[in-house]
């Protein structure tokens, strides 16, 4: 039972119920003080009529008529509710149905009295008091005239707060109930999610209730956590699964070496073999290393001001011997420098992943792009290549960490580079922009700088200087 | 050289000692904080190789601190098992010379701590450099071998300059990217064989012997010797 009590559903039907039984008497109270004063009232002027009519017959017909009088009233009424009494000025009774003067004073007017009358009990009266000459006259009304009335005044009061305060319990038991399930299932179904099986939702309704919604949020974050989950497992599989072919081969050179025993010379080259295949695992874990400390925001402490244009001919003079010997146009374009708050190291390895990328996807005798470019308030470097593209399709995918596309199939590569270029330009407040050319592709990525746009666009003397549209210096590297 | 190694793991601490014995250099070895800072600080050594994780309460960073503030300016290569760039940084700025991170290459090392050597005995960057009949004037920016005049792009010419500095020194692909590019990362292809192939081009091409040697499993080496 306390259980019951504690429910948040019972207590607030019970505090309904007791505002619902404030507001009740505060709607009777003044009704039954009303009611009552209208009754004082009314008898009150009975009584004056009465004890009128009774002074009216002893202005006529004197003492002994007015005895007569009182006495056939007396006898003739049936209730017994009306109550007379005529006394001398000593207050002794000459007539009436009342054995004595009650505790009343005898100056005219009107009171409410206690009367003992005997066998009747306790009588609550309602007095008229007059005087007739030298004598008294009390002209009273048994006050239990009304008491039915008021008695089901009573009931009613009563039975409407019963109603009341079960209606109440029997409500905040229900909502209990109902309130009580609902909160069952969330928490079967969370307690099944702690036990592993994230394919659990809670269950919702087409209403928009507080229940509904929340559940509604919660299934949302359910499904972004089953979503970070399971690409948490993706990754790790993958990475499993990249290990087992350098640690496969890795395996069987060493089994073979202890097996066939071969002459020193071929002993140490299959060594070397076998020190390459530990550092290609090697490399493909400092390359998660580093995705992880970037995806942490570590880095974001060591922001200093860069020059992306600088950083970015320097990648492209590194890279150049090498489009060179594939016979790959490399060409650098940039407005000047372009100075961006961030991490130099980090940027210069997305710059370098990306001219790297593009060289395994350019053709032979085919061209690569890198420019730098200041937008307001912000730095776009981009890399275009005239390769094979990445169609729709893949265009979300190859940022995904292992991911090969049928492109790369026998490059060399754990499908990580453009990974690290997504989180170095997430650290960045960037994204990744993939965009096609025909044929080719270009992957840009927007750097938020607070230096000024290039000059051309400031009108001012120095522009005056400078030919129409944006400085320009293109070059290709020899 | 004479080289302490402060270093707990007793399999890497064999692997070093041997190599290095191997290639001529007598090595102490402290295996422990507390003992590696007391033989830094007493024996003159030409290079400590200094283990960031140390057992106890001593760890290496504290000990080259130590060592820096007590005047000690003995060549310093960490060994950390932190790859992460800022651990780098943190591991230079305590004072260390040079940074590596577990697990490396023995040839790697060993470039690594003939090129701190070197550089402890003072780096003159007026004095010409000469390998065989090549030589290089770093104020004038001219290189020429024998009666020929050699022109080289600004990064060849750091390329080779870095090379000549190390002459008779095996020089690794990871030193000349940092050195020569600054780059601290791995550019996973193998563009540094290309640079090094059009700079052999130029100097090398049409002589009869070469000088700049590619030595295999560890990196490149310019030398005169046969």
């Known amino acids: 039972m306390p259980s019951v009590i504690r429910s948040s559903a019972v207590s607030l039907a019970l505090g309904y119920t007791a505002l619902g039984l404030i507001a009740l008497v505060l709607f009777a109270a003044p009704l039954w003080y009303a009611w009552q004063g209208t009754i004082r009232e009314g008898r009150a002027e009975i009584l004056q009529a009465d004890a009128q009519r009774l002074t009216d017959v002893y202005r006529r017909e004197g003492l ?24 001398d000025a ?15 004073s005898a100056t005219p007017g009107d009171y409410r009295i206690q009367v003992d009358r005997g066998n009747e009990g306790i009588q609550t009266l309602l007095v008229h008091v007059a005087s007739l000459g030298p004598y008294h006259l009390l002209v009273a009304r048994d006050n239990r005239l009304f008491a039915p009335l008021e008695k089901r005044f009573w009931y009613g009061l009563a039975g409407a ?7 109440g319990l029997l409500i905040g038991l229900i909502t209990r109930r109902a309130l009580m399930s609902r909160v069952d299932s969330i928490r079967q179904t969370v307690s099944a999610i702690i036990h592993g099986d994230l394919k659990h939702r809670l269950p919702t309704h087409l209403s928009d ?20 989950v399971h690409g948490v497992r993706n990754v790790s599989n993958s990475i499993a699964h990249d290990l087992r072919t350098p640690l496969a081969e890795l395996r069987s050179r060493l089994e073979e070496l202890a097996l066939i025993r071969p002459s020193s010379d071929e002993t140490f080259a299959e060594i070397d073999g076998a020190v390459a295949d530990v550092d ?3 490399r493909i874990f400092d390359a998660l290393l ?31 011997p090498a489009a060179e010997l594939k016979n790959i146009a490399l060409s650098f374009h940039s407005d000047g420098p372009a100075p961006v708050a961030g991490d130099p190291v980090l940027l210069a390895q997305a710059l370098s992943n990306l001219i790297d990328n593009a060289l395994k996807y350019a053709p032979e005798g085919g061209m690569i792009g890198v420019g730098v470019h200041r937008r307001p308030g912000a730095v776009q470097i ?64 927007t750097i938020p700088s607070d230096a000024p746009p290039p000059t051309s666009t400031i009108p001012g003397a120095q522009s005056a200087a400078e030919p129409p549209g944006l400085p320009s210096t293109a070059a290709t590297i020899p | 050289m004479k080289i302490l190694l402060v270093e707990d793991n007793e399999r890497v601490s064999q692997f070093v000692i041997k190599g290095l014995q191997e290639a001529g250099h007598t090595t102490d070895h402290a ?46 290569l960490i060994l950390s098992a932190l790859s992460e760039v800022d651990d780098r940084i943190r591991g230079l700025r305590s004072g260390g010379d040079d940074y590596l991170t577990k697990p490396f290459a023995f040839g790697e090392l060993l470039a690594r701590l003939d090129a701190l050597h070197r550089r402890a005995h003072g780096v003159n960057h007026e004095i010409p450099l000469t390998v065989g009949n090549l030589h290089m004037d770093p104020m004038t920016r001219k290189v020429s071998r024998g009666d020929r005049q050699i022109t080289l792009q600004p990064r060849e010419f750091k390329l080779l300059e870095y090379l000549m500095r190390h002459a008779d020194q095996v020089v690794t692909r990871t030193m000349l990217l940092e050195n020569v590019w600054d780059y601290h990362f791995d550019p996973q292809t193998n563009v540094v064989d290309v640079h090094i192939s059009k700079l052999r081009q130029k100097i090398d091409a049409e002589f009869d012997r070469p000088l700049l040697r590619t030595v295999r499993n560890a990196g490149y080496m310019v030398t005169a010797a046969e």
Request: a negative charge.
């Open chain 1, 280 to 282: 290609r695992v090697i």
């Open chain 1, 382 to 445: 981009a890399v275009t290549d005239n390769g094979p593209g990445v169609d729709d399709a893949e265009k979300a995918k190859v940022v995904e960490r292992f991911y090969r596309g049928d492109a790369s199939r026998g490059t060399p590569g754990a499908g990580l580079g453009l990974s690290l270029v997504q989180a170095v330009a997430k650290l960045h407040g960037s994204a990744l922009e993939f965009s096609d050319r025909t044929p080719g592709l270009c992957v840009a990525l």
């Open chain 1, 209 to 228: 209730d507080e229940l509904n919604t929340l559940s509604r949020t919660i299934n949302g974050m359910l499904d972004q956590i089953e979503l970070l």
């Open chain 2, 31 to 76: 295996g422990n904080g507390r003992d590696g800072m007391f033989l830094a600080a007493s024996e003159p050594y030409d290079v400590i190789i200094m283990d960031r994780m140390l057992p106890g309460d001593i760890d290496g960073l504290a000990i080259i601190e130590v060592l820096r503030k007590a005047g000690k300016r003995t060549p310093i």
């Open chain 1, 64 to 87: 002994d008529g007015l005895k007569n009088f009182i006495d056939a009233r007396i006898r003739m009424q049936i209730a017994g509710d009306r109550i007379l009494l005529l006394t």
């Open chain 1, 161 to 167: 707060i019963a109603v009341l305060f079960f209606a």
């Open chain 1, 90 to 104: 000593a207050r002794h009774a000459l007539a009436g149905n009342l054995a004595a003067w009650p505790d009343v």
């Open chain 1, 290 to 320: 580093r995705l992880a400390e970037i995806d942490a925001g570590m880095r974001r402490s060591g922001f200093v001001s860069v020059d992306v244009a600088d950083l970015a001919s320097s990648a492209a003079e590194f890279y150049s």
